[in-house]
């Protein structure tokens, strides 16, 4: 069973940094694919970023390739988003989620597991 829980959300400025987490407490962690989903007020979710199991392949949108990076450290259960140089559009609630799928990873659809999201907001 995974069970996903974020954190690390916050408020920032634009142009500073935050570091979210994204914690697996149950024992399959590591045989997952994880990604990082948001969705801002009015708008759909949208993909962030992905990255497969033994963290040998990364995905990223491209409004947020060379700001954001994806990790994971399957010894604690964990997926980590680095975000710098935040924007104030990058302001959503983000989203951690989980597939055994090894395709077509920008589709919300084909993650079977999401966290409750945590709240970045970035002013301007």
């Known amino acids: 069973q995974v069970q996903l829980v974020e954190s690390g959300g916050g408020l920032v400025q634009a142009g500073g940094s935050l570091r979210l987490s994204c914690v697996d407490s149950?024992?399959?962690?590591?045989?997952?694919?994880m990604g990082w989903f948001r969705q801002a007020p009015g708008k759909e979710r949208e993909f962030v970023a992905a990255i497969t199991w033994s963290a040998g392949s990364t995905y990223y949108a491209d409004s947020v390739k060379g700001r954001f990076t994806i990790s994971r450290d399957n010894v604690k259960n964990t997926m980590y988003l680095q975000m710098n140089v935040l924007k104030p559009e990058d302001t959503a609630v983000y989203y951690c989620?989980?597939?055994?799928?090894?395709?077509?990873?920008?589709?919300?659809?084909?993650?079977?597991?999401w966290g409750q999201g945590t709240q970045v907001t970035v002013s301007s």
């Open positions: 149950g024992r399959t962690f590591s045989r997952y694919t």
């Open positions: 989620a989980a597939t055994a799928r090894q395709s077509m990873l920008r589709d919300s659809t084909r993650y079977n597991y």
